[in-house]
């Protein structure tokens, strides 16, 4: 998890906060480069809504979401963003292992992982299962 720098404090009630939650998950954009027969680099796109809530914390202000960004109907990566209550952080998680992933806040690289190449892949298109770790 890093600093989300540029936050406002948290809202007082739960409506605002995750009236927050989206205006800081709009900050993040990515995009997946899909090698198949050639290289295409796609723009994701993040949905509107987010796929959980829960609270980080036992602070009365304490929030948090998991948004993804997505190619067409897969999604390639999640955002999480959360408050202690206090201070805000965002967190990047990759759900595509054969694509080279990057992710920018506010326009600026924040995150980059290459492809994958320790798996064989049979198809162009191949889902697997890797372990992830969250605080």
């Known amino acids: 998890m890093r600093t989300l720098k540029d936050a406002p404090p948290p809202a007082a009630t ?4 995750l009236t927050q939650l989206k205006q800081q998950a709009r900050r993040f954009s990515g995009t997946q480069v ?3 027969l050639d290289e295409t680099s796609v723009e994701l796109r993040l949905l509107p809504r987010e796929i959980d809530r829960y609270s980080p914390a036992d602070h009365k202000l304490a929030d948090g979401a998991i948004f993804l960004l997505v190619n067409g109907r897969n999604p390639a990566l999640l955002v999480v963003i ?10 990047v998680g990759r759900l595509s292992s054969p ?28 889902a697997s299962n890797s372990a992830g770790e969250f605080p």
Do not use: H, M, N
């Open 14 to 17: 739960p409506a605002g906060r």
């Open 34 to 36: 899909v090698r198949e």
């Open 82 to 91: 959360e408050t202690d209550g206090d201070e805000w952080q965002y967190g």
């Open 99 to 126: 694509s080279t992933l990057e992710v920018r806040l506010d326009g600026a690289l924040v995150w980059s992982q290459p492809r994958f190449t320790s798996f064989e892949w049979s198809q162009p298109y191949t």
